[in-house]
């Protein structure tokens, strides 16, 4: 039997990906004029970012704590080894309610075998890594093999990104007020990334191409083996821009190859339209 991989929808993974891995989504909850949507199941990214737009600013919430109760307690009763790769806790409390559900879990069933990895990972770079676990998982590697690797994949992935407007990170606490400035006017565009889990502000440049050029040269500075790994970028409701940084990505990098995917509803909601995030690896697996 192999190993049941879970992630939640924060990993900007799109419905077929579940599907086609047999993996288990968990998705978080986005909350819009007083209604209730399950990301990527009932609200899609483009209804959230017109939302937005109109002046509507969503709320979003954690995974439903049923819905760990109902997956893991079946795992339990079937004897099937499992892994939640979860979304950072830095970013939601998703990753605690599971592991607070899977002790209730294990009470009753004490051999139940599950690991819960706190990726710190955000959007497609935590995407990435539940990628390489389901790969794993479909060719049968042990679950220490694949919790191994995803701890591995999660503590090595950078994650750059840059928004439109970072008031929208500011409201929902995602960076300080402080730290969240207007630069529309001025042409001035945020870089920020993760360091362990939180979202960090690194430079303003002001206009888009030479951003799109720090980028790449920021990736030449941290990364490591692009022939031989998987880019992400992610994109909010601007697959243009995203496929211009996937050209120079694979013109300069040389990458192997370079996924794009739209962010989710859930991230969304935080970051606005406008969003644009790559991530890769600075160290392989050896």
């Known amino acids: ?87 950072s806790s830095q970013l939601s409390g998703t990753y605690q309610t599971a592991v607070m559900i899977a002790q209730q879990v294990k009470e009753e069933y004490p051999d139940f075998n599950l690991s819960i990895i706190d990726t710190k990972c955000a959007s497609l770079g935590y995407g990435l890594v539940v990628m390489e676990a389901a790969r794993m998982a479909k060719e049968n590697f042990s679950k220490e093999e694949i919790v191994k690797a995803v701890q591995f994949h999660s503590q090595h992935m950078e994650h750059l990104f840059t928004v439109d407007d970072l008031d929208h990170l500011a409201k929902g606490g995602r960076v300080s007020k402080a730290s969240a400035f207007v630069g529309g006017l001025l042409n001035i565009k945020p870089l920020l990334n993760v360091e362990d889990g939180k979202l960090v502000p690194l430079e303003k440049i002001r206009g888009k191409k ?77």
């Open 210 to 286: 030479k951003l799109l050029r720090r980028i790449v040269e920021v990736m030449k500075e941290r990364g490591v083996g692009f022939e031989n790994q998987i880019v992400g970028i992610s994109q909010a409701d601007d697959f243009e821009t995203a496929t211009e940084m996937k050209n120079m990505i694979m013109e300069e990098l040389k990458a192997k190859e370079v996924i794009i995917t739209s962010i989710g509803a859930a991230v969304g909601s935080h970051t606005g339209p406008g969003t644009i995030a790559i991530f890769f690896l600075n160290k392989l697996p050896s």
């Open 1 to 87: 039997m192999t190993v049941k991989i879970m992630a939640d929808s924060a990993c900007d993974l799109p419905l077929s990906f579940y599907e086609e891995n047999d993996a288990i989504l968990f998705p978080l909850k986005v909350h819009i004029n007083d209604t209730e949507y399950e990301d990527l199941r009932t609200i899609q990214p483009k209804e959230v970012y017109d939302q937005i737009r109109a002046g509507n600013l969503p709320k979003t919430s954690q995974a439903s704590p049923a819905g760990f109760k109902e997956v893991f307690t079946e795992l339990a009763e079937n004897k099937q080894d499992g892994i939640y790769i979860a979304f």
